[in-house]
């Protein structure tokens, strides 16, 4: 078993919907949780960071983290074409440098 | 301040041949981690370096993979031999601190072909 799932299969959205973007893992050490988004030939570039469980919201974005159920949500409001890119699940644990990375969502916002 | 800097972006190279990869990570950033990823895979650890100590080498795939981090600065990754199931993209990051991966910052990644 993969220790983060994500479905990578890509997302096309029109302009202004809510991009809903998730991943399950399977090690209960993780205690950390990001997500990260990717631009086309570039390196990932953290968008939101959570520490165990719970929400939290940076503009239009929001992270859920669900440790009971092992699972993780980004959500992006009024979703813009700026927001096209790859979006990628990682989680860590304590004490542990490692980032276990998802496959990531290809999302593409339609003017 | 400028970012984590790898080179060569990209690198197109015959089996069995010699490439190696150069990171230049954040000035003062101790911490410097190699990644890659491979066609239709995910993102995956390679090692961790603190200064210039291998902190964590789990992730080398095998022995055709050589880190150095002299002097606690750049850091290269040499693969000798080249192997088809190399290509990838190598990303470099470094952090100031350890863990808690809000810390992390990643390089553009340089691009792999082995043909």
């Known amino acids: 078993q993969k220790e983060v799932e994500q479905d990578p299969g890509p997302l096309s959205v029109p302009e202004g919907a809510i991009v809903s973007l998730n991943c399950t893992y399977s090690?209960?050490?993780?205690?950390?949780f990001m997500w990260y988004r990717q631009y086309s030939r570039k390196g990932p570039e953290l968008l939101m960071y959570?520490?165990?469980?719970g929400n939290k919201e940076d503009g239009r974005f929001t992270a859920q983290v669900d440790k009971s159920s092992k699972y993780i949500s980004l959500f992006i409001r009024d979703s813009q074409p700026s927001d096209s890119a790859t979006y990628l699940c990682?989680?860590?644990?304590?004490?542990?440098?490692?980032?276990?990375f998802g496959k990531g969502n290809q999302v593409v916002v339609i003017p | 301040e400028a970012g984590v800097t790898q080179f060569p972006s990209h690198s197109v190279i015959e089996k069995g041949q010699t490439v190696t990869l150069r990171c230049d990570p954040i000035?003062?950033?101790?911490?410097l981690y190699w990644y890659r990823r491979v066609m239709g895979k995910e993102i995956k650890f390679l090692l961790h370096f603190v200064k210039e100590s291998k902190q964590d080498e789990s992730g080398m795939p095998n022995n055709r993979f050589l880190a150095e981090r002299t002097g606690g600065t750049y850091s290269t990754l040499k693969v000798q031999p080249a192997e088809l199931e190399d290509s990838g993209v190598y990303f470099c990051?470094?952090?100031?601190?350890?863990?808690?991966?809000?810390?992390?910052?990643f390089g553009e990644g340089s691009w792999l072909t082995v043909v």
């Open positions: 990051a470094s952090s100031q601190v350890r863990v808690s991966g809000n810390t992390i910052y």
């Open positions: 000035s003062g950033h101790d911490n």
């Open positions: 959570t520490y165990s469980s």
């Open positions: 090690n209960s050490a993780f205690q950390y």
């Open positions: 990682a989680m860590s644990a304590q004490g542990n440098n490692r980032l276990a």
